[in-house]
């Protein structure tokens, strides 16, 4: 929500300064009406719109410490590694959300709701007294609209189809045609809807002053727009300003802020308005640059498409994936952050949290592919059982980074025919003159043509720097590694989940990958079944379907061997 209202308003304060500063001062008040109406709308779907498609960032929960399978080194940390230490009751607070965090939001609901109510009852009475008055004062039915005859003394203003009038003013003739006019002008264009929009939103988001900015110049604009009906109309321009100038600062009491009042700063803007020419091709110009602004903000402050989710490291946090995410950490196992735990993972939890992310960004989150449909089933079933604590899950980790020396880095700096690859991109040689070692995480050299006679051998470099590779492996997401039962210390039962599985395709004579039928849900209702006493027998058996069977491996020591399971 917060990310949400953030983007929202920095929208539409980019699209306020825009009017302000360049069209408010043009005579193109039609354009400017829909602009204003436009980009309060757009200001609400900007943070919804998805020009790609983004990762969902993830909790900070986890520590990285220097010793986790040779993955941060102390050699590492002083060549400007990038690993983060977070202490652990921070690691407590973020990820089990205590009383006091929770009171906290529940405070600011409260204030919240305060305000909401405070102001949608003024609101509400605004909108009942204007009610009332038209149903009590006496009316006069017209052609498109409907006048309605007060009792005291009143400047016109117009409401939705009716046209508020001073009794007194109306039956002797004391009303200016002009002043009428201008006020059948708000009926005809319906300026009330876009007022009443207006007075809606400031109600939800009262907390936000942009809406009074936003109401201000909406019903300034309606009164440009009046104002030049009139001057069409009467062509007395001169006449029309004196009449405006007569105006100012009278009795506004009975349009319930839903009118027009004549106060000097806005009457001056009118005036100024009003004898002001229309310039075409400024018009134009200015209608094209709109656009541009439009298109500019739309793309700006869109959801950006990450290269990755931030997994240990990052600080944003996805609303609709943060819960699932959260969850998941809290069961990896302290002293890793890549091995979580079945014990310590709370399944109804996660399946709720799982169940709210958009199918769509399923693919973007840690992968867990045990929460639909049999593997969820059995999920249950093993979590029930003696085994649960037993069983882990292993994911993928960064490959250790790695410290390129002075002498190496000056000697790829010297060398003639290298061919030189900076994050992906192909780069000249000269490009490490603005490089020490320290920014790079990885590198890799390999020979591209062999020496031959006065030909010395040519090498190809290849070189990631830290936020490349923060980019290519912390920030993407989580990917299964292998599934492990452990019964018995030093015998481990492990399905490689990640392995890929080929078949010869009997039409083409090309592999083609595959899955085995059900092959999550096999994998739990193996690891529950399995049974030690049988391994002997298991060894000797082998299934031929292809797409119905699966192997764990059993690893005793250094000796491994390959057991073969039917699918479920």
Known sequence: MISFLLLSTLALVLFLLFYQLVLEREKMFVFN?????????????????ELSKPFAPQRPVEILKASIDGFATPELEGANSTVISVPEDQVHRIVNQPDLGVNGTQVLIGIYLLGLGFFLGRFAYQLFTISKTIRTAEKLKQSGYTIVLMSVPIQPFAFWKYLFLSKDAYEHGQL???????????????????IILIEFLKVVFWFNP???????????????????????????????????????????IYSAGFGSAFHFSETKRRLIMIGKQANPARIKWLQFAAA?????????????????????????????TGDYEAILTAAMEPENPYVLSLARLDIGALKRAYDQVPPEQRGNITEFPFLEGLAYEKLLELKGSDRASNVW????????????????????????????????????????????????????????????????RRYSVKLSTHAYYDAQFIRKPKKLNEVTLQLVDGERYVVYYAMSWVKMNEETKEL????????????LHAFQMLDPKELELRKNSVIYDIGKQFSITVEKGKTKFFLSFSTI
């Open 512 to 523: 083609e990958e595959y899955w085995p039928e059900n092959y999550e849900a096999s994998i």
């Open 176 to 194: 200016e045609p002009d002043i009428i006019s201008h006020e059948l002008c708000h009926i005809r264009e319906k300026h009330t809807l876009d």
């Open 292 to 320: 541009i602004l439009v298109l500019t903000v739309l793309l700006g402050l869109s959801p950006a498409k990450y290269d990755g989710t931030w997994n240990m490291q990052a600080t944003a946090l996805s609303e609709q």
């Open 33 to 49: 009406r829909y602009f204003l109406l436009f980009t309060l709308a757009l200001g609400f779907l900007i943070p919804f719109v």
């Open 393 to 456: 899950f292993l994911y993928q980790t960064p490959p250790e980074k790695q410290v390129i020396s002075n002498e190496v880095f000056e000697n790829w700096k010297k060398s003639k025919g290298l061919e030189l690859e900076i994050d992906g991109q192909k780069k000249e040689v000269n490009a490490l003159d603005s490089h020490k070692p320290s920014d790079f995480a990885l590198f890799e050299v390999r020979g591209i043509e062999e020496r031959g006679f006065l030909k010395r």
């Open 210 to 252: 942009v809406f009074l900015l936003y109401k201000r110049y909406i019903q300034l604009n309606h009164e440009y727009l009046a104002d030049d009906a009139v001057i069409r109309q009467s062509g007395k321009v001169v006449d029309y300003q004196r009449l405006l100038l007569s105006k100012v600062n009278a009795n506004d």
